[in-house]
């Protein structure tokens, strides 16, 4: 107890040295400004990303992973495959190994129409593929989405085995493939469904059989988490990954690298940002130019479609107003006969 005391101490030492000093607002401000450039896209920002550099440049408060840029430096796993390696063991509740990093450029399936952030599909030593997707806003990956993308592995590791193979090709040669998405903003469905926060999908045929399957879809929602972790103890891997992908609160952050040391060197990667503004804003800007290009995008899609059913209910409503002119007229013609009729008789 006492050795590991000593080694929580000295964590807390190494985060007050790579934090340095805190910095008022004005010191913060000055340090952006010393590059114009780098000033000039400061500015560029919308506010309140200018005021969460600010908290991060002073050392108020952590830094979001979910950006693309970050997650990508962070979590490579060409960089660090460790990291990847922990987190996915703990998703999964099993030992992951990764043999290699399948590059997404040749899936079928590479859509620049939605809010996916990154995506980083892995092949692991059992000759599993899985595919992990972070969302900064999960409302565009819906349902037949996760099952596009996980039919897709599992067609890529087809062809593969029966090119491979040829003639002595058998299909338990195809291994399982999994998707794990992270999403910081939730849809309702997930919202709805607190406080689980952790969603995985299981094949259940109505007799009871047991068949083996190869898709695997794991969905977390980590605004839900969040707000399910406040005050609580973090306990376990899964839990310490999930405050590391979610949490900026300087508190939490002391209690997670005070519980799990492993995290210590990837915050003093994430601290020594502070002392680069340069590449700390690039890394931001090359994010937000990609959020707004997907949200342009998605909210084309939302007008269109908006567009689209407002056209259709407009016909409908012309069919409506022709149907009754066509009523009217028909109403008419039977008063105009009636007129008629009485004309005869007065005569």
Not at 167 to 172: A, E, G, I, L, T
Not at 262 to 283: A, H, Q, S, T
Request: proline share 3%; charged share 25%; with cysteine.
């Amino acid at each position: 107890m006492k050795e590991k005391q000593h080694i929580t101490d000295s964590l807390f030492i190494s985060m007050e040295e790579m934090i340095g000093e805190p910095l008022s607002h004005e010191e913060a401000t000055a340090q952006l400004m010393k590059d114009p450039n780098v000033y000039n896209s400061f500015l560029s920002c919308p506010k309140e990303i200018q005021d969460e550099l600010l908290s991060f440049i002073m050392g108020e408060s952590g830094l979001y992973i979910t950006y693309d840029a970050f997650f990508k430096r962070i979590m490579s796993p060409n960089l660090h495959p460790r990291r990847l390696e922990s987190f996915l063991s703990a998703v999964l509740n099993t030992s992951v190994t990764i043999i290699d990093v399948v590059p997404n450029e040749g899936f079928i399936i590479r859509e620049r129409n939605s809010l996916v952030i990154m995506d980083i599909i892995v092949k692991t030593i059992d000759g599993a593929i899985i595919n992990v997707e972070m969302q900064k806003i999960g409302h565009s990956f819906p349902g037949q989405r996760t099952e596009c993308y996980v039919a897709d592995s599992i067609m890529r590791q087809y062809n593969t085995a029966r090119d491979e193979l040829g003639k002595s090709f058998s299909y338990n040669k195809i291994r399982p493939a999994y998707l794990i998405v992270l999403m910081e903003d939730s849809p309702n469905e997930f919202i709805k469904a607190a406080p689980n926060y952790m969603h995985i999908r299981k094949v259940v045929y109505d007799t009871g059989i047991s068949l083996p399957t190869l898709e695997n879809i794991c969905i977390i929602s980590l605004d839900t988490f969040n707000k399910v972790m406040q005050n609580k103890t973090i306990t376990n891997e899964l839990e310490a990954w999930l405050t590391f992908f979610s949490c900026t609160d300087m508190k939490r952050i002391n209690q997670l690298i005070s519980d799990f040391p492993e995290f210590v060197e990837i915050y003093k990667e994430i601290w020594r940002l502070r002392l680069d503004m340069e590449e700390l804003i690039n890394m931001f800007s090359r994010s937000l130019a990609e959020a707004d290009y997907y949200n342009e995008l998605s909210m084309i899609r939302e007008f269109k479609a908006e567009a689209k059913a407002l056209a259709a209910e407009i016909e409908e409503k012309k069919a409506e107003i022709a149907d009754k002119d066509a009523e009217i007229a028909d109403k008419d013609a039977e008063i105009a006969m009636l007129l008629a009729e009485i004309e005869k008789l007065r005569a």
